[in-house]
């Protein structure tokens, strides 16, 4: 399964960095720390030449935002190469041979291998650049239980080391020269059976090093090409990481009309509301419905939610007097909905009960979902609700760009050709900039009309239909990452 549509939102690399990870050790070498810990997927990094460097942090931090747990350690123990040093035999030659071996390198991967499967990943892959591609293909060859790797402009490495391989291999060569050796090794390694895992990328068009510390990222050109090749990097090991947000993104149920609910109904205080998956679950969706209430397109949505292992409930907000399509044509019919029945005001305890019973029903992360109108809303119980984790609007209705400054959790918007993309556009590039921007996604539905997902959507319509299944994979992927499994 391709999933590089789920790495639309990978920030652009920027000159001038400052790194978000944290310094450790690891016995006594030194080592950087990025991502989440705990997070299924673990990745070893092997850095090039010249060590520590802002832009390996920060590609390093930018895949850590993507819900990997990254390790760098520092085997140079603070003395890289230099410039000149590249351009003296003698001392490459002695470099390859004693701290740039693999014979020295292997204690201090076993060791970092070690620490991300202890520290809760259960997949781990290998990420090495320049001198560190040999180094990783030879670990790909020697260390068992490795999901796979990649080497990006890599060194040293010969048509010889790809027989060896015993798991998938992604590499991104950077010359026309080497592209030829790459070939013929990776024409061995298709026809192993993982074969169909591995990929070639050629970036001729760029310098040696580009991805790394000689990378020039204030050049706009050099810096596209870096995300280009941490687009690959995160849908690679994305693909061959097994992890709850893939699996249910999968196995997401397609919709279909004429479709009968699976959930129950039942009250919470006073209010009407519908309940679907498993009550209990660790992860809590608390869901507000466009203004035509209670249709069966709407519980389709929540039942596939719980299908894919959220706990979900929707409240009747409107107690039972949705508006009708004639109502959404009269500017004082929706004033006054906006003011009574749809505020803010008379929603939020319905709010904050529905959040504590998720909490008293087993759930230990718990989120929002709006359609249309309230999309509104999420966004104002992102801004004034404590404990939430994020939230997700779509094709919402009657928000403005100043909602988002005020937002205090990671949010998801799924808008339709009808809303004002370039309003979204100005109130994510804000978003970005607070601290939980990266987890932050915006997607458009530019080729849906407003309701598409919801009361609107003609479901017997099989691109309706697939356009809707691909927010509810949107909508999936985004809270699995978003809350610990």
């Not at 030449?49 to 935002?65: E, K, T, W």
Request: hydrophobic share 40%; net charge negative.
């Amino acid at each position: 399964m391709s999933l590089s549509g789920a790495f639309s939102n990978i920030p652009p690399v920027v000159a001038n960095y400052t790194a978000k990870g944290e310094h450790g050790k690891l016995g006594d070498i030194d080592c950087y720390f990025t991502g989440k810990k705990g997070s299924k997927r673990g990745i070893f990094v092997n850095y090039d030449a010249f060590r520590y460097h802002p832009n390996v942090f920060q590609i390093c931090d930018i895949l850590g935002s993507l819900g990997f747990y990254i390790l760098v350690p520092d085997p140079f123990c603070g003395k890289p190469l230099t410039a000149d040093d590249l351009g003296n035999p003698k001392v490459m030659e002695e470099f390859a041979g004693n701290c740039g071996s693999w014979k020295a390198s292997k204690a201090y991967y076993i060791q970092g291998i070690d620490y991300l499967r202890n520290s809760g990943a259960t997949s781990v892959g290998i990420l090495g650049f320049c001198w560190g591609g040999k180094v990783a293909l030879t670990g790909l060859q020697e260390l068992d239980g490795l999901v796979g790797g990649a080497i990006v402009h890599p060194a040293m490495v010969t048509s010889d080391d790809f027989g060896k391989v015993k798991t998938p291999l992604l590499a991104m060569p950077f010359n026309d020269k080497d592209m030829e050796m790459f070939k013929r090794g990776f024409a061995e390694l298709k026809t192993k059976p993982f074969g169909a895992q591995c990929r070639l990328e050629s970036y001729v068009d760029v310098i040696y090093g580009f991805c790394g510390p000689r990378g020039d990222w204030t050049d706009p050109t050099i810096a596209k090409r870096v995300n280009d090749a941490i687009q690959l990097l995160a849908t690679f090991f994305n693909d061959i990481m097994p992890n709850y947000s893939q699996i249910a993104c999968c196995n997401t149920l397609p919709v279909t009309a004429n479709y009968t609910t699976k959930g129950e109904y039942g009250k919470l205080g006073d209010l009407d509301c519908y309940f679907a998956g498993v009550k209990g679950s660790k992860h809590g969706l608390f869901i507000n419905y466009d203004v035509f209430a209670f249709h069966p397109n709407v519980l389709q949505l929540c039942d596939i939610l719980g299908s894919a292992g959220f706990y979900v409930v929707l409240p009747d907000l409107l107690r039972g007097v949705p508006l009708t399509m004639p109502d959404l044509g009269k500017p004082e019919v929706l004033k006054a909905f906006m003011q009574n029945a749809g505020s803010w005001e008379t929603s939020e305890p319905a709010y904050v009960q529905g959040l504590e019973y998720l909490r008293n029903s087993g759930a230990t992360s718990v989120g929002v979902i709006g359609f249309c109108w309230g999309g509104r809303h999420v966004a104002t119980a992102l801004e004034r609700l404590d404990g939430v984790v994020g939230g997700a609007i779509v094709h919402p209705a009657m928000i403005t760009s100043d909602d988002f400054g005020k937002v205090k959790a990671p949010l998801m918007a799924l808008p339709s050709k009808d809303e004002d993309m370039e309003m979204f556009k100005k109130g994510f590039a804000e978003l970005k900039a607070k601290p939980f921007g990266a987890q932050c996604r915006l997607e458009s539905f530019e080729d849906m009309t407003h309701g598409f997902c919801g009361a609107r959507g003609d479901w017997a319509n099989p691109v309706i239909a697939k356009r809707s299944r691909d927010a509810i994979h949107l909508l999936v992927t985004f809270f699995n990452d978003l809350m610990p499994n």
